[in-house]
């Protein structure tokens, strides 16, 4: 069923669209990420961190908030990331209002409906 509207002339094209559409309609506010992680040699992770570390200066240089810190005494990986994201939903109503009337959406709808049986 799902296969039959993938196939529809025109359908992946308006999926890209509504991805745009909705991705415009998003704003990131905030974004944080902190994660902590180890290896079951502490030497490994001393290699990994300081590789990792002129990387995240560079992150943070740009803006971004990134915290990482290496756990000699233990291994694994632990981490949190918040973020705060900004949406219209007015305009969000539109662009799946434009995409679910398109005609190739509704001849991929119609091309589904006669396959599932």
């Known amino acids: 069923m799902g296969i039959a509207a993938l196939r529809t002339r025109g359908v992946p094209r308006r999926v890209g669209r ?23 040699n502490p030497a490994d992770t001393g290699i990994v961190y300081g590789l990792l ?25 632990r981490g949190a990331i918040t973020a705060t994201v900004h949406v ?13 009337s398109s005609p190739s959406v509704i001849r991929a709808a119609g091309s589904a409906w006669r396959a599932r049986k």
């Open 88 to 100: 219209r939903p007015l305009s969000v109503v539109g662009a799946l209002a434009a995409f679910v």
């Open 53 to 77: 570390s002129p990387l995240l200066m560079f992150a943070t240089a740009r803006g971004l908030n990134l915290e990482c810190r290496p756990m000699f005494e233990e291994s694994g990986l």
């Open 18 to 40: 509504l991805a745009l559409a909705l991705l415009r309609q998003a704003k990131l506010e905030e974004f944080h990420v902190r994660t902590a992680f180890g290896f079951d």
